[in-house]
C-alpha cells in the first residue's frame, strides 16, 4: 500500500501534535493485556483525547469495550495488512477528538464486533447496558447472503431508521467511513469509485445534515481525490505553493488528519498574537494582523485565526472567480466568547474595513437547520484585498465543527450535555435530535418498500442541500427543503390527505399550488370534501420532496383512468362565479370547487351506464356531453368513469387489458364541459369572457386563468350547461368576445408511465 494511495496528499503536513500511528498501536494490542490499574497503550490517546472534552469522564467502560474489541478481534487482518483492531481505535479517536461522549465511544469500539467476530448483541446488552446495544445494532451491515443487491439500501435503511431514534448512531457511521476512505488505497480501483460514490451521494450529505464539519469536509476532499484525480492534483499543486509562500500557515491534506484527530477542527493558524512581521506574499496574515489591531483598540477580546480552505473548497472558488487571489485561500475565523460580542466585533470591522455587504449572512438570528451559527461577512483592505471573515463564539465553533457530536448526550434526562451545545441563552431552539429532513425521511421510507426505489429516492433527497420554515395560519410550523411548493406543504402536513387539495393561500392570498414558497411564509392549504378527489399527474412537475412524489405516483398507479382528471389544478387562482363577477360584485375570488360528488346511482348528468347501482361520473380529461360517443371503465369502489371515445385515456386502458363498461346518453338534458379559451391579454377580458358564459346560461363549476405567455392568455372553464343542445351557442359567444381567437373542448392527454 502506498502512501499517495491511502494519503493522497501526505506531502503536506500539519503543525500540531504529533502523528499517532495507529499502525504502531495495533501491534501493540497483540502483545498482550497492561496491569490492571492502567489503561491499554493502545486506547492512551483515546482517553487523552476524551477526558480533554470530558474531565469526569469514568474510562473504566472504555477499557472493558477496548478488551472484548481486541480479544475478539484478535488474528484478524485489514486488506492494508494492519491487526483489525486499528480501525475501531481510529474510528473511536475520531470520535473522542470531536467531544463524543463515553457511550458513543464504547460503541464505536464495539461497532464491528457483532459483524465481524462471534460477539452477540445479546452480548454487548449484557455487557454494556441496552443504549450501546442499540447503537452497535444500528450499525451493524446486513448480511448479503440473506439480501443480495439489496443489502446496502436495506443497511442504510435500517441506519436511518436508527438514528431517527438516536443520532449517535450516525455519527458513529460516518467517522467509520472517513477511516475508511482514509485507507481506501489498497482496494481496486473500480471498488473505490463505488464507495467514494456512496460516500458523496449520501454520507456527505448526511454529514452535512447533522452538522459534523470537521468529518464532512475530510470526506469531501478523499472523494474529490478518487472521483477528481486531475481536478485534486492541480489544487493540490496550488495549495502547496500557497503553503510554501506562508500564506496560510500550513493545512492537512485528505487522510493525514489522523494524526491530530478528526480533521479541519485543528486546521487553524493562530494569527493574533504570532511572531513575525507578515509580507506581501501573506496578504491574509497582514489583513488578520490588522483585525486583531482593530479588536484590541476597541477593547473585544477575540481570537484572531487563518481558517485555510479545503481542497474541494478551494476548488470551487478557483471555478467560480477563474483566477485566485491571495486571500482565497483561507478565511479569518474570530473566536469570541459571547453571543453579544459577535455582533461587536462585525460593528468594529464594518467601521474600519470596507464591508462587502452582499456577502453578510447572519446565522445566529437565523441559525441553519443543521445547529450551523455564525456570523458571516468580507472585507476590503486599504489595497482592495478581499477576504471572508467568520465570527462566532467558542461555542458555536465546537458545534460547528462536531455538529450532534457535540451535544454530548441528548437523551439524558436533564439534556444538561444537549443544553450547553446547542441552545442558545434564550432557550428556543428545538430539538435538535430529530431533525425535520430526518423525519419526513422517515415518514416516506415506509411508502418505499422496493429497495432500488428506496435507494434511488434517497440519493434525491438529500441532495437538496438547504432547508426552509412555513407556517399554518393557526402558528405551527413545516420544514422543507428550500425550492418547495404548496403541493410539497400539503403532504407534508395531511399525508395521502392531500390529495384532495384544491388551492393554497400564501401569506392571505390566493396562490398557484406551484407556487415556489420561501422561508417564513405563511401557507393555508384549501381542500375539497369530494373522497373521490386525487392529485393531477402535473402536480409531479411541482414537488421537492420525495414524499410527496411517492404519494402522487401511488395514486397515479392505483388510478390510470384519472391521471388527467384530477381536480387540482397547478395553473391559477380560480375566480368567483361568473354572474358575480358579471355584475361587478368586487374582485374577491375564491379556489376552485371540485364539481359535484358521484352521483349514487347509474346515472350521471344523462350518461346511463349497463351496470346497475353503480356510481357514475364523467371525466375530467375529456368532459364528455351529449351527442359525444361514449365509454366507460370502472374505477376504485365500483364507480364508473364515463370518456368519450377518442379520450387517449380510453386507448391507454383498453392497451393494459381493461374491460369497458357500456354507457349511453339519458334523457336528462343538463350537462357539464370543460372549454378552453385561447386569447390575447388585455384589461376586463376575464370579465367579458364570464359574462359571456352567464349570458348562456351557463354556470362555472370551475376556472383557471393561466399567466401571460408572450401576450397569450389560457383560460380553463369547467361549466354546466341546462342542454348540451346550447353548447356550440355557447362556444361562438366566447369566440365572438374581443381579443378571444379559439374555444375548444378540454382534452388533455393522458400521459404515460
Known amino acids: 500500500m502506498s502512501a499517495e494511495a491511502t494519503n493522497p496528499g501526505a506531502p503536506i503536513r500539519r503543525r500540531g501534535r504529533p502523528r499517532i500511528d495507529i499502525r504502531r498501536l495495533g501491534r501493540v494490542a497483540l502483545l498482550g493485556p497492561e496491569p490492571r490499574d492502567r489503561l491499554p497503550a493502545a486506547i492512551g490517546h483515546v482517553a487523552e483525547a476524551h477526558r480533554a472534552h470530558h474531565p469526569d469522564a469514568d474510562l473504566t467502560i472504555l477499557h472493558k469495550a477496548y478488551v472484548l474489541a481486541e480479544s475478539s478481534h484478535r488474528g484478524q487482518m485489514r486488506k492494508s495488512g494492519e491487526p483489525y483492531i486499528t480501525h475501531p481505535l481510529a474510528v473511536t479517536l475520531i470520535l473522542a477528538e470531536l467531544g463524543a461522549e463515553t457511550t458513543t465511544l464504547t460503541a464505536s469500539l464495539l461497532h464491528d464486533t457483532v459483524e465481524d467476530t462471534e460477539v452477540t448483541l445479546d452480548q454487548v446488552g449484557e455487557e454494556f447496558g441496552e443504549e450501546v446495544r442499540y447503537l452497535v445494532d444500528g450499525v451493524t451491515k446486513l448480511e448479503k447472503v440473506d439480501y443480495g443487491a439489496a443489502a446496502e439500501p436495506e443497511t442504510f435503511r435500517k441506519m436511518l431508521v436508527a438514528t431517527g431514534d438516536d443520532v449517535r448512531v450516525m455519527s458513529i457511521k460516518l467517522a467509520d467511513r472517513l477511516h475508511n476512505m482514509r485507507t481506501l488505497g489498497v482496494m481496486r480501483p473500480e471498488k473505490q469509485v463505488r464507495i467514494a460514490k456512496v460516500t458523496r451521494d449520501v454520507l456527505i450529505p448526511l454529514a452535512e445534515r447533522l452538522g459534523v464539519q470537521a468529518l464532512k469536509t475530510e470526506l469531501e476532499d478523499l472523494v474529490f481525490a478518487i472521483l477528481h484525480p486531475e481536478e485534486y492534483a492541480h489544487t493540490r499543486t496550488l495549495i502547496a505553493a500557497s503553503d ?248 407534508a402536513r395531511y399525508g395521502e390527505g392531500a390529495h384532495r387539495c384544491i388551492g393554497a393561500r400564501v401569506n392571505g392570498r390566493l396562490a398557484r399550488l406551484s407556487t415556489v414558497l420561501s422561508d417564513g411564509d405563511t401557507v393555508q392549504l384549501l381542500l375539497t370534501k369530494d373522497p373521490a378527489s386525487g392529485p393531477s399527474r402535473d402536480w409531479l412537475d411541482h414537488t421537492r420532496t420525495a414524499a410527496a412524489r411517492i404519494a402522487i405516483n401511488t395514486w397515479l398507479d392505483a388510478h390510470p383512468e384519472d391521471a388527467q382528471g384530477g381536480h387540482g389544478t397547478v395553473a391559477g387562482p380560480v375566480p368567483a362565479p361568473a354572474r358575480l363577477l358579471a355584475a361587478g360584485s368586487g374582485p374577491q375570488q375564491r379556489a376552485a370547487e371540485p364539481g359535484p360528488a358521484p352521483a349514487a346511482g347509474h346515472r350521471a348528468a344523462g350518461a346511463v351506464v349497463d351496470r346497475p347501482d353503480a356510481a357514475v361520473r364523467l371525466a375530467g380529461c375529456c368532459t364528455p356531453v351529449p351527442p359525444d360517443a361514449v365509454t366507460g371503465f370502472t374505477v376504485r369502489g365500483g364507480a364508473v368513469t364515463v370518456h368519450r371515445e377518442e379520450c387517449s385515456a380510453v386507448a391507454r386502458m383498453r392497451a393494459v387489458g381493461r374491460v369497458p363498461v357500456g354507457v349511453r346518453w339519458g334523457d336528462e338534458p343538463g350537462c357539464r364541459v370543460t372549454l378552453v379559451a385561447e386569447s390575447f391579454g388585455r384589461p376586463r377580458l376575464l370579465a367579458d369572457l364570464t359574462e359571456a358564459i352567464a349570458t348562456a346560461d351557463a354556470a362555472i363549476v370551475s376556472a383557471t386563468v393561466e399567466p401571460p405567455s408572450e401576450q397569450r392568455v389560457r383560460h380553463t372553464y369547467t361549466l354546466r350547461l341546462p342542454d348540451a343542445a346550447g353548447l356550440p351557442a355557447l362556444m361562438r359567444a366566447m369566440r365572438d368576445v374581443p381579443g378571444v381567437y379559439d374555444v375548444s373542448r378540454a382534452q388533455h392527454p393522458a400521459g404515460t408511465r
Open 244 to 491: 510554501r509562500s506562508g500564506r496560510t500557515g500550513g493545512r492537512a491534506a485528505p487522510g493525514t488528519a489522523a494524526a491530530s484527530g478528526a480533521g479541519s477542527a485543528s486546521g487553524s493558524s493562530r494569527a493574533s498574537g504570532a511572531s513575525g512581521a507578515s509580507g506581501a506574499d501573506d496578504p491574509l496574515g497582514t489583513i488578520a494582523e490588522n483585525v486583531g489591531a482593530v479588536l484590541r483598540e476597541a477593547g473585544i477580546s477575540a481570537e484572531v485565526l487563518i481558517r485555510p480552505r479545503h481542497f474541494v473548497s478551494l476548488h470551487r472558488v478557483r471555478i467560480k472567480r477563474g483566477e485566485l487571489r491571495g486571500t482565497d485561500f483561507g478565511r479569518l475565523l474570530v473566536l469570541v466568547g459571547e453571543d453579544a460580542d459577535c455582533y461587536a466585533v462585525l460593528g468594529e470591522l464594518h467601521t474600519c474595513f470596507t464591508p462587502v455587504i452582499s456577502e453578510f449572512k447572519d446565522f445566529i438570528a437565523a441559525p441553519k437547520y443543521n445547529l450551523y451559527q455564525s456570523l458571516h461577512t468580507a472585507l476590503a483592505d486599504r489595497d482592495g484585498a478581499v477576504v471572508e471573515v467568520l465570527i462566532r463564539t467558542h461555542r458555536m465553533h465546537k458545534v460547528a465543527e462536531a455538529g450532534v457530536v457535540a451535544l454530548g448526550n441528548p437523551y439524558t434526562p436533564d439534556g444538561s450535555a444537549a443544553q450547553q451545545a446547542a441552545e442558545p441563552s434564550d432557550g428556543e431552539r428545538a430539538d435538535p435530535t430529530r431533525p425535520g429532513w430526518l423525519s419526513r425521511l422517515l415518514d416516506w421510507q415506509r411508502s418505499v418498500t422496493d429497495p432500488e426505489t428506496f435507494w434511488t429516492t434517497l440519493r434525491a433527497d438529500l441532495a437538496q442541500d438547504r432547508e426552509i420554515t412555513v407556517l399554518h395560519p393557526d402558528g405551527g410550523v413545516l420544514g422543507l427543503p428550500a425550492g418547495a411548493s404548496c403541493v410539497d406543504a400539503a403532504y
